[in-house]
């Protein structure tokens, strides 16, 4: 799975040849407290999970 980038410790990745049938263009997020599964077109989050949610992180968001 090749990484397309790295930021504030979330890993952005791929996979060549997902689903059968091929599911809609999307790139994976995944840090320590979670993954997220995020399609392309039109940007949307399909799948998420987050390990360490906590109501003060909810308000903080991504900064």
Known sequence: MP???RYKGIRFFF???EGN???PMHIHAESGGGEAKI???PA???HAVDR???PQRDR???E
Do not use: D
Request: overall charge neutral.
């Open 3 to 5: 990484v397309v980038f």
């Open 15 to 17: 996979y060549s040849n």
């Open 39 to 41: 399609w392309v077109m």
């Open 21 to 23: 049938p091929l599911e």
């Open 60 to 62: 903080e968001g991504l």
């Open 52 to 54: 360490r949610r906590t």
């Open 44 to 46: 949307c989050a399909a």
